[in-house]
């Protein structure tokens, strides 16, 4: 079972609505990082955190997406006003560090339906 | 944009046979490549990553990396129906940089 934990696993939004997920990652894990995963199965990375801070994160992340890692919180992503594209399966994962040599740890995710 | 190629798309492999996928590159900076399997449903976990020229195996799994060509190959023999999943294929650069995805190989294992 993933130790890396989302909620909720499922939310059904309309256009236009706000969608937020949450991620506690796996414990000690000051590396955490959302993933988009559409029906393709293509894998968009959003951005990640190093304990509260932004890493690095791609430009649709900075418009329609919000994100944060408040300590003692979970984590969590915003998406502001959903979109139809934005159907998606949203992947959570930590590890102890970024790039070379971190194993990444998902979460199972947060499957966004949006009507 | 650098990409990761996966190939085949899917695959159907008997009980008992070898599967064969592969995932290349395009980022001449990448360094360190990883596979992870994602069952139906459920989330990714990572099978086994590589960084080095040449094989690491891993009882019935076997990695091949060939950094001049950016490719990666992952061997699975004796293939049992639990294996079928998505296979995705992840690279990185050094440090600092977030994991790079394919869009994976669908491995069916037919009895």
């Known amino acids: 079972n993933s130790k890396v934990i989302q909620t909720p696993r499922y939310l059904v939004k309309g256009q236009g609505q706000k969608a937020k997920m949450r991620c506690i990652p796996e414990k000690g894990h000051p590396v955490v990082f959302w993933y988009q995963q559409n029906k393709n199965n293509e894998f968009k990375f959003l951005i990640n955190?190093?304990?509260?801070?932004?890493l690095q994160q791609i430009d649709m992340t900075e418009k329609r997406f919000s994100a944060e890692c408040p300590s003692n919180s979970p984590c969590s992503l915003e998406i502001q006003s959903s979109e139809a594209g934005d159907s998606a399966l949203y992947l959570c994962?930590?590890?102890w560090g970024q790039g070379a040599g971190n194993t990444l740890y998902f979460g199972e995710g947060s499957r966004l339906i949006v009507v | 944009q650098q990409k990761v190629q996966q190939s085949p798309e899917s695959l159907i492999v008997p009980e008992g046979g070898m599967a064969s996928l592969n995932c290349t590159s395009s980022?001449?900076?990448?360094?360190y490549f990883w596979w992870y399997r994602q069952h139906s449903g459920k989330s990714p976990k990572m099978l086994m990553s590589i960084f080095s020229n040449g094989e690491k195996e891993e009882g019935r799994f076997t990695v091949h990396l060939n950094k001049a060509s950016l490719h990666t190959s992952l061997h699975i023999r004796d293939s049992q129906p639990s294996d079928s999943a998505l296979y995705l294929c992840a690279a990185s650069r050094g440090s600092g940089t977030y994991q790079r995805f394919g869009t994976g190989t669908k491995l069916q294992v037919v009895p």
């Open positions: 994962a930590s590890s």
């Open positions: 955190f190093q304990n509260q801070e932004v």
């Open positions: 980022d001449r900076n990448v360094d």
